[in-house]
């Protein structure tokens, strides 16, 4: 069956320096792969979105990489900051519907 | 843009009550709303696919009978959850997109703690 996994629960980093998250998925092709920022209580918010097709996208403090062979996305946030410290979750597709993995927690020391 | 309001943001209520949960899109018109259920520390399990006008398709295991849907027009889609038991309890979420493809974000509410005591 299809599996989607986030490493590490939880991820400690010290401000400025750059957090990587990983996604990892096995029995599933996806066409489409998002990622979340979820912070507790609220709703997720979308971030970035990337297709098969493409290996890495960039939003300003952000990047993603997909990597179709290994079945795996990778998630930067460079030069971190206390703001950021979230639950971020990846989100796989091929139609309408998102699978989720149950996300990474990042928190950003001052 | 793209603003999903949620409503109740909680609820806390007696085994054997029906909760009702609204969801709207505020600033714009979602040809498809999704309704997820989460639990602590894991991740968003989607109950149900719902598109203005039609019936929800709902995903194995979830229970069409317990868990009603109604998606009345293209801004507001209503959950409710009959007959509420403690097992029903956990953080149910909506949210609203303007395409039924995966190449689209979806925008979500913030969210309806249900607490069944």
């Known amino acids: 069956s299809q599996k989607i996994e986030q490493n590490s629960e939880a991820l400690n980093i010290q401000e400025g320096k750059t957090a990587t998250l990983t996604c990892n998925y096995t029995?599933?092709?996806?066409?489409?792969l998002q990622w979340y920022r979820q912070d507790p209580g609220r709703g997720p918010v979308f971030l970035l979105l990337i297709r098969e097709n493409e290996k890495e996208k960039r939003k300003e403090r952000l990047k993603v990489t997909f990597d179709t062979t290994l079945k795996q996305s990778l998630f930067h946030i460079t030069a971190s900051q206390p703001a950021d410290s979230a639950t971020y979750l990846c989100?796989?597709?091929?139609?309408?519907?998102?699978?989720f993995g149950a996300g990474t927690t990042v928190t950003v020391r001052a | 843009g793209a603003v999903v309001s949620q409503h109740p943001s909680w609820v806390i209520c007696k085994s054997g009550t029906s909760v009702k949960i609204e969801c709207r899109s505020l600033?714009?018109?979602?040809?498809?709303m999704f309704w997820y259920r989460q639990f602590p520390k894991q991740s968003l399990m989607l109950m149900a696919t719902?598109?203005?006008?039609?019936?929800?398709?709902?995903e194995q295991g979830v229970e069409k009978d317990k868990f009603l849907i109604n998606h009345a027009s293209l801004t507001l889609s209503t959950l409710t959850v009959t007959s509420a038991h403690p097992e029903d309890s956990s953080f149910y979420i909506c949210?609203?997109?303007?395409?039924?493809?995966?190449?689209?974000?979806?925008?979500f509410g913030d969210g309806t703690r249900l607490s069944i005591l």
């Open positions: 600033d714009f018109q979602a040809t498809t």
């Open positions: 989100a796989l597709a091929n139609d309408y519907k998102l699978s």
């Open positions: 029995n599933y092709s996806p066409a489409y």
């Open positions: 949210s609203a997109g303007t395409d039924k493809g995966g190449n689209q974000p979806q925008h």
């Open positions: 719902s598109n203005e006008g039609s019936k929800a398709t709902y």
